[in-house]
């Protein structure tokens, strides 16, 4: 009946597809509104600043500036050494990092990579629901840092951007930009 009939085939195989996909699209719009419905509740939000970091014994010291909720000082020390990657001059590493600001203190655990020849640097950093406290106490989320050093690892400027999703209601009126400046 198909055999030597292209467009019987081609019909054939779009209306199967059709028949086996259409229960795969119903079950994932079910699940969206389920998703939005957990990110209002964890009141989830987009975050973006301006980090500034000087080399330390095993880490760096900074600032957050223009970043709202994350505006306040940082701590950045080493858990690892350099370990090498294929590129010759790129090597990745992790850390942990802390920020504290006037209403708690948000704490990461990173992955990183650095391009010696560059200076240029990016990093994962996965929030600590534990080891965060006041305001990001219970908070989950993934910040992502970029940036550059132009001094040979003695200073880094960055941009530090992600989601922070609050485990606690309360903080979603918190004028970002009034007693977070620093």
């Known amino acids: 009946m198909i055999n030597g009939n292209p467009i019987k085939l081609m019909t054939l195989v779009a209306v199967v597809l059709t028949l086996c996909l259409l229960p795969l699209e119903q079950t994932t719009s079910a699940q969206e509104p389920s998703t939005s419905a957990q990110s209002a509740h964890r009141n989830c939000r987009n975050v973006e600043g301006k980090l500034s970091e000087v ?14 909720i994350l505006n306040g000082t940082t701590q950045l020390v080493f858990t690892s050494g350099v370990l090498a990657t294929p590129d010759p001059t790129t090597v ?6 802390t920020i504290t600001t006037n209403r708690g203190v ?18 994962i950093a996965r929030i600590d629901p534990n080891a965060s406290s006041g305001r990001f106490a219970g908070a989950t989320g993934v910040l992502f840092t970029s940036g550059k050093t132009t001094d040979g690892g003695a200073t880094f ?26």
Request: hydrophobic content about 25%; proline content about 0%.
């Open 55 to 68: 080399s330390s014994a095993n880490g760096t010291t900074g600032r957050i500036t223009n970043g709202g």
């Open 92 to 97: 990745s590493y992790t850390d942990d990092f």
């Open 106 to 123: 948000l704490t990461t655990h990173n992955v990183g990579i650095f391009d010696f020849a560059t200076g240029l640097f990016t990093e």
């Open 157 to 182: 400027r960055s941009k530090i951007t992600g989601e922070i999703c609050l485990a606690h209601r309360g903080y979603e009126h918190d004028d970002e930009n009034n007693d977070d400046n620093q």
